[in-house]
């Protein structure tokens, strides 16, 4: 028998004390140390180029012809964090839910349309297939965009690739755009992951018909956990897209608008999707269940049959295994009410003649009964 799938596990995240200050951070120890890019743009060019730190954050976007987006993996760097509260002015409640990476999708507004602060999930599949679930955060300012990325995974490839060739709005729209075209592209994968649990959730029902067995119900059930943490995604992520659209923000453009609805449509159905796999999830495993019940009946079934056939059987061989004499085979006297038959010439004989004749009664009337279909 083989081995069953790993489980996916949740991660825990060192969550503040009850008590603690609001606005309090901490870095993790085990944090990744920052790799920062800048992406620098505008209609006509396109460059990027690694930084070291953005201790001169202020200078680099100080050109105001072109939009920037510093893309940074990483958070183990505490002298980053006070850096754009320096000088991005960002509130320290929005770097401590930038370094506490549980947060749920969400939009905050902050200073009179200054900036705004979002958080997406990002999920895909590790090794051996385990979901993975990092936090992606995003600060849009007029022509800034800055997203934080707990781990080196990497998801904006084709965000990158757009900026490179320069077609569509991507280099015209502003920063507001591309934050859009970078949730879009963590949503759009939440389809990826559905249509591997869809595919694997088809396999285990043809298991179910060809092969059933016990790994069936656990490979199901780490999919329909799966499903459970994409749920408690995807929903806050509509919610977050829905404000998006409604926001009264200068930052968000009305085209930027127009592309959210979209995403958001893709939310809708990415949970019409989920609703869909947890019902075949449930299904698969009930049916599981119902074949075990029904395999454990047959076998009742054909215990019964044996049991019943027998019975009769150890009931003779029970009664004339007592072997009291007919006769005292001292005296010769008779006893009274004992066994007649114990001296009977070819008794044994017709012992197993009769407990036969009685089986293949049984049998004849069993199988009339239809106790063998």
């Not at 680099?60 to 072109?66: M, S």
């Not at 408690?232 to 930027?256: F, G, H, M, Q, Y």
């Amino acid at each position: 028998m083989g081995k069953n799938k790993p489980r996916n596990r949740h991660k825990h995240y060192k969550v503040p004390a009850p008590g603690t200050s609001p606005g309090l951070y901490e870095i993790d120890q085990d944090a990744l140390k920052p790799q920062i890019v800048l992406h620098t743009y505008n209609q006509k060019s396109y460059k990027n180029e690694i930084l070291d730190d953005i201790s001169n954050i202020d200078k680099l976007v100080a050109n105001t012809d072109f939009n920037y987006w510093f893309d940074i993996k990483g958070l183990g760097d505490n002298g980053m964090f006070e850096t754009l509260y320096a000088k991005f002015d960002i509130s320290r409640l929005v770097l401590e839910d930038i370094t506490s990476s549980y947060q749920r999708p969400k939009l905050d507004e902050y200073d009179n349309d200054k900036y705004i602060f979002s958080v997406s999930r990002h999920l895909y599949l590790g090794e051996n297939n385990i979901l993975c679930n990092d936090q992606v955060s995003f600060i849009l300012s007029e022509r800034t965009l800055i997203t934080f990325q707990e781990t080196y995974a990497d998801c904006f490839e084709p965000v990158r690739k757009r900026l490179e060739v320069g077609k569509g709005n991507i280099r015209i729209a502003g920063s507001s755009y591309l934050m859009y075209a970078i949730m879009d592209v963590i949503v759009d994968n939440y389809f990826s992951l559905l249509n591997f649990w869809g595919e694997e959730l088809d396999a285990i029902e043809d298991r179910l018909f060809d092969n059933p067995d016990r790994r069936i119900m656990y490979d199901t059930q780490a999919i329909k956990r799966s499903l459970i943490t994409i749920r408690k995604v995807a929903w806050p992520e509509r919610d977050k897209l829905n404000d998006l659209i409604r926001t009264d923000s200068v930052l968000i453009s009305d085209l930027t608008k127009t592309y959210i609805k979209d995403a958001y449509d893709h939310c809708i159905q990415i949970i019409d999707f989920i609703e869909s796999l947890k019902e075949i999830a449930s299904a698969n495993i009930d049916m599981n269940l119902s074949i075990i019940s029904n395999r454990m009946n047959e076998i009742m079934k054909v215990l019964t049959i044996i049991s019943s056939i027998f019975i009769p059987l150890t009931f003779i061989a029970g009664i004339y295994g007592m072997n009291f004499s007919r006769e005292d085979p001292a005296t010769g006297k008779v006893l009274p009410h004992n066994m007649p038959e114990l001296y009977s010439p070819n008794g044994y004989i017709w012992t197993w003649v009769v407990m036969g004749i009685i089986a293949i009664v049984q049998v004849i009337y069993f199988w009339r009964r239809g106790w063998f279909k």
